[in-house]
């Protein structure tokens, strides 16, 4: 599945988590994905946890995270 398919997974709805953006409409933030991957649970744990998820929703999150990231410089806020 290419990124652009993947990316297809991750959608945005004023209805669902307050506009966040969400696994396939579900209430599955990409946020909270995130924070589970990078923690303890394994993509195993996970997709056992909640099993309307897919091995596909989680790629989906790794693009959209990576994605996030091509940013071309980052710039520091002034503390004032």
Do not use: N, W
């Not at 990409?30 to 989680?58: C, H, K, M, N």
């Amino acid at each position: 599945m290419s990124q652009e398919e993947l990316l297809k997974r991750i959608t945005v709805s004023a209805d669902i988590c307050h506009g966040k953006p969400c696994i396939r409409g579900l209430r599955y933030p990409v946020e909270f994905l995130l924070e589970l991957l990078s923690g303890d649970s394994t993509e195993a744990d996970i997709l056992a946890d909640y099993p309307d998820l897919e091995p596909a929703d989680l790629r989906a999150v790794h693009a959209y995270a990576a994605r996030l990231s091509r940013i071309k410089r980052i710039e520091p806020l002034s503390a004032a």
